[in-house]
């Protein structure tokens, strides 16, 4: 199935892990969702910059909300790049994560960005 979404970063901070080079960087993140995935999550990830335009980073979410008629939650586990103002990343819904209506989920999101302030996404995924 598949549920079509825009979310925004609402807020976020970053602190260097420590000051050695490649910087790292913990970052938190929160977001909004509308739209059949619609509610909030907040993000915890661990960024490596190699440079201003080169960094990986990797992270996990836990989003609260609907989708589609169905209510609870889930974590996504998310595994991207960022290159030359481009980030592109996979967003995986970790099994057993899911509660409420939204037990047995699974499924991801392919994301490519270019620094919009608005993000729209469409989830891939089952509920067994």
């Not at 080079?21 to 999550?41: C, D, H, I, S």
């Not at 661990?46 to 909300?65: C, E, N, P, V």
């Amino acid at each position: 199935m598949k549920a079509n979404s825009v979310f925004q970063i609402t807020d976020w901070n970053e602190t260097p892990v420590d000051e050695s080079t490649p910087k790292v960087v913990r970052g938190t993140f929160y977001m909004t969702f509308t739209g059949e995935l619609e509610g909030k999550a907040e993000m915890a990830q661990l960024k490596i910059y190699f440079d201003d335009s080169h960094a990986q980073m990797f992270g996990m979410t836990r989003f609260i909300g609907k989708l589609k008629d169905k209510e609870g939650s889930f974590v996504f586990k998310d595994d991207g790049e960022f290159k030359n103002g481009v980030v592109t990343t996979k967003w995986t819904i970790i099994e057993g994560s899911g509660t409420a209506d939204l037990k047995g989920i699974s499924g991801e999101i392919n994301l490519v960005t270019e620094g919009k302030p608005k993000f729209d996404i469409e989830l891939n995924y089952e509920i067994n």
